[in-house]
């Protein structure tokens, strides 16, 4: 019988790869910050855990839950669908009215409805939502951004949130909130507070937690966010641009905010 003894060499051994992995978060430029609660983790509805055997006891359950972040929508909207009756072409119309809390200019600004030959479906019309969430990492990280599954809604929107993934390393960019509206006769309704969608954090190896902190914006930061902004009105892969974009990065990107900053 022989066995072998491996000794780990202390000089070879990275603090950065091991232990929670810090992600930051912050609010692009916007008017009215106050509005946009920071992100929180997804905990499920329903917190009966006396029994031993209770599901929130499940250790796959918490793991699972405690990898997704909500995100809360900022504000009330009530969305209806229709056609210029002169032009034909779509529109997206402010059911509320009057009693609106957002003024229409400041929705019109923040609400964009895609062109139609870029729907993915001829009757089903996609438009997004501009939010000025941000996330960052200084290291490999993918986020993921998903519709709020474990909210349940007794009126479902009437279609679905259109999802993505990329890496927060080199791409840190404000994200959108984009839906795909299957039912037009049916409106879309979005209550402040309520999830909006959640995001997934990917680490290496993904046994990695995640500490999420609010970060600063940085004079370096503040430069990266403008050397990649735009991007996508001009190519179509904004994927080809990741090397690019690496090449200019600073190493550090995330300074987390502190009390008195």
């Not at 232990?19 to 929180?40: C, D, H, K, M, Q």
Request: with cysteine.
């Amino acid at each position: 019988m022989k066995f072998t003894i491996a000794v780990d060499d202390p000089t070879d051994r990275n603090d950065e790869d091991s232990g929670p992995v810090t992600v930051g978060w912050l609010l692009n430029r916007t008017e009215a910050p106050v509005i946009y609660a920071p992100p929180s983790r997804v905990t499920g509805e329903a917190r009966n855990g006396g029994s031993a055997k209770s599901i929130v006891q499940c250790p796959a359950v918490r793991n699972f839950e405690s990898r997704f972040f909500e995100i809360a929508a900022p504000f009330d909207l009530h969305l209806g669908f229709q056609r210029d009756e002169d032009s034909g072409l779509p529109e997206i119309v402010n059911l509320a009215g009057d009693r609106s809390p957002i003024r229409s200019g400041k929705l019109a600004s923040m609400l964009q409805l895609s062109p139609e030959k870029e729907w993915r479906h001829p009757k089903r019309p996609v438009f997004q939502i501009a939010l000025p969430y941000i996330f960052v990492a200084d290291q490999p990280v993918y986020i993921s951004q998903l519709p709020p599954f474990a909210h349940f809604r007794k009126d479902p929107l009437p279609g679905l949130m259109i999802g993505g993934r990329f890496p927060i390393q080199v791409w840190p960019r404000p994200l959108m909130w984009a839906f795909e509206w299957h039912y037009t006769d049916c409106p879309v309704v979005l209550r402040r507070g309520e999830p909006l969608f959640y995001v997934q954090f990917e680490t290496l190896p993904q046994d990695r937690s995640v500490r999420l902190v609010e970060a600063q914006r940085t004079p370096e930061l503040e430069d990266y966010l403008e050397h990649i902004s735009g991007a996508v009105d001009y190519v179509s892969q904004t994927f080809s641009l990741f090397e690019a974009a690496e090449a200019r990065r600073p190493k550090r990107l995330i300074v987390p905010v502190v009390d008195g900053r």
